[in-house]
């Protein structure tokens, strides 16, 4: 067998593979994906599971005309998340270890590194790490959503160089495989755009969630952070075996060659902005002075409340949306500077503290 050249890879399992008929765990497709990760990690490649399957593994254990409820799928994600784990955890010899998370926890810079060293450390002395969404404690505001953009986000936390996204299908298709019978599936895809997004449609089983649309935007995800990224069909024993053969038995999405550093992609990615500052024109020209950073004097508008180190964007007067950006002012502070422009107070102020947000923090958006 080829020695494959993969350091760190983290694989996404959904929730079709783990509860096929909605009752219960079933080992059926999981013993394979078991099987892969041992193989994987004897080659000396570390290896991260997301795990998707919670609701649909402890769906049986609650009455069919309650399911549809926002707190009887929380309880049925509580109740299978304990079901699913005791499954993945019969499969090894070696220890794993649950981690549960929500959109709260990494878009906080402190929670985020924090994740990050507990999942170096559980790597680093041969556990597994096995992430779900903690759907128990979401709320709207505070969750992900689908494990396929979760997992892309773990992949950049963790700096793996590979994200294989375990579905129902084999890939990504033209159209989708189980509406058109003349879908053809793309084995390749070079770099995402809008015609790549066309193609995604929803998921058709009842149990899957955001279908292809965030499986490309997870792609898009990884890739700008230099992980190259699979879909793959996860019901085929040949899938696992064509990838250790160092086959590509899916599609595959190339990294991007010039990937975005950890920070910045965290912040376009996977931050959340707390509040906005209006400049006016492009900001282009901001970033092109000696300082390559806007001053306090060159914001417009400040909208919403933020403090020091939070994620803010930058918008410019036409609305386009222009970066997002770490705040070295507080929005209390900037209103303030605001309403006492020519005082000698403000002006030191900003001679002491420097640039409201600085060249080395700041990411910048496709215009939108
Ligand atoms: N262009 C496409 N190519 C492949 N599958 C597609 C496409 N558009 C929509 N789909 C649907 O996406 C589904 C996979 O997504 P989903 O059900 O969310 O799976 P998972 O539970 O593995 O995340 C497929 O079963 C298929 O019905
Ligand atoms: N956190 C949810 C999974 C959400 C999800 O994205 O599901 P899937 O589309 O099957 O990967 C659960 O454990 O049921």
């Given at each position: 067998m080829q020695k494959l050249n993969w350091r760190r890879i983290v694989l996404k399992v959904g929730s079709a593979l783990i509860a096929p008929e909605q009752d219960g765990c079933r080992s059926r497709y999981l013993l394979t994906i078991a099987q892969f990760i041992v193989r994987c990690r004897a080659q000396g490649i570390e290896v991260i599971l997301v795990s998707s399957g919670s609701v649909a593994a402890g769906s049986h254990l609650f009455p069919e005309q309650e399911k549809?409820?926002?707190?009887?799928?929380?309880?049925?994600?509580?109740?299978?998340?304990?079901?699913?784990?005791?499954?993945?955890?019969?499969?090894?010899?070696?220890?794993?270890?649950?981690?549960?998370?929500?959109?709260?926890?990494?878009?906080?810079?402190?929670?985020?590194?924090?994740?990050?060293?507990?999942?170096?450390?559980?790597?680093?002395?041969?556990?597994?790490?096995?992430?779900?969404?903690?759907?128990?404690?979401?709320?709207?505001?505070?969750?992900?959503?689908?494990?396929?953009?979760?997992?892309?986000?773990?992949?950049?936390?963790?700096?793996?160089?590979?994200?294989?996204?375990?579905?129902?299908?084999?890939?990504?298709?033209?159209?989708?495989?189980?509406?058109?019978?003349?879908?053809?599936?793309?084995?390749?895809?070079?770099?995402?755009?809008?015609?790549?997004?066309?193609?995604?449609?929803?998921?058709?089983?009842?149990?899957?969630?955001?279908?292809?649309?965030?499986?490309?935007?997870?792609?898009?995800?990884?890739?700008?952070?230099?992980?190259?990224?699979?879909?793959?069909?996860?019901?085929?024993?040949?899938?696992?075996?064509?990838?250790?053969?160092?086959?590509?038995?899916?599609?595959?999405?190339?990294?991007?060659?010039?990937?975005?550093?950890?920070?910045?992609?965290?912040?376009?990615?996977?931050?959340?902005?707390?509040?906005?500052?209006?400049?006016?024109g492009s900001f282009d020209e901001s970033l092109k002075d000696e300082d390559g950073c806007i001053r306090s004097d060159e914001i417009v508008a400040v909208h919403g409340e933020f403090g020091v180190g939070d994620t803010i964007l930058v918008r410019s007067d036409d609305g386009t949306r222009l970066a997002k950006a770490t705040a070295n002012y507080s929005s209390c502070l900037l209103n303030f500077i605001a309403d006492n422009e020519q005082s000698e107070f403000s002006e030191k102020m900003q001679d002491s503290i420097g640039p409201v947000v600085s060249e080395k923090d700041i990411a910048l958006l496709e215009k939108s």
């Open positions: 549809r409820s926002v707190t009887m799928k929380k309880a049925m994600a509580a109740a299978g998340q304990t079901e699913m784990m005791a499954m993945w955890d019969r499969f090894f010899d070696f220890p794993s270890a649950q981690i549960l998370l929500t959109h709260g926890d990494l878009r906080d810079r402190e929670r985020y590194t924090s994740i990050r060293e507990t999942v170096f450390t559980l790597l680093e002395h041969g556990v597994l790490p096995i992430i779900n969404e903690n759907d128990t404690v979401t709320t709207d505001d505070l969750k992900v959503g689908d494990n396929d953009n979760l997992s892309a986000m773990v992949a950049a936390a963790a700096d793996a160089d590979a994200l294989m996204i375990f579905s129902d299908v084999d890939g990504l298709y033209d159209k989708n495989p189980n509406l058109h019978e003349d879908a053809v599936l793309l084995p390749e895809i070079d770099s995402i755009d809008e015609s790549i997004y066309a193609m995604a449609g929803c998921a058709t089983s009842a149990v899957g969630t955001g279908g292809m649309k965030t499986k490309i935007e997870a792609a898009e995800k990884a890739t700008s952070h230099g992980i190259t990224t699979f879909i793959l069909n996860g019901f085929k024993e040949e899938t696992f075996n064509r990838l250790l053969a160092g086959d590509n038995p899916g599609t595959i999405f190339k990294p991007y060659e010039k990937p975005m550093q950890e920070a910045v992609h965290w912040m376009t990615h996977t931050a959340n902005e707390q509040g906005e500052v209006v400049v006016e």
